[in-house]
């Protein structure tokens, strides 16, 4: 009777370079930014901050509807004309301690309203 674990040689396979690793970081020296690299806000993977152009939303709501974390509520934008009407619109209101950032607002923005910006600085949010 066969009592292997199905895996396990494929795991045992890697202990040695696990081990080795483990070993390599406790011993080696740390591997930090150096100071120009670390005083940039945005790493080159961030997708950055939403911002909202006002002039530009239609008041769809379709960023409220998608943000994954509900950190966009409508807010009253005043009155604009729409297909020769004048109606009252809501314009997207973003609260970043909630943000996660993860751009789908700006994704779904159909004109463009919303968009990913890394040239801003972080959001500080007060305590």
Do not use: H, N
Request: proline share 11%; with cysteine; hydrophobic share 30%.
């Amino acid at each position: 009777m066969d009592t292997r674990i199905q895996g396990w040689s494929r795991v045992s396979e890697r202990k040695p370079r696990v081990v080795f690793e483990a070993l390599r970081s406790l011993v080696g020296r740390p591997e930090t930014l150096p100071p120009e690299e670390s005083e940039k806000p945005y790493t080159p993977y961030s997708r950055g901050v939403p911002v909202l152009t006002p002039e530009k939303c239609v008041g769809c709501s379709l960023c409220a509807i998608s943000c994954p974390s509900q950190a966009i509520t409508m807010v009253p934008g005043g009155k604009r004309k729409l297909a020769g009407r004048e109606v009252e619109i809501k314009i997207p209101e973003f609260d970043y301690s909630k943000c996660i950032y993860c751009g789908m607002c700006a994704q779904v923005c159909r004109p463009k309203a919303i968009e990913m910006r890394r040239d801003i600085g972080p959001i500080i949010i007060p305590e």
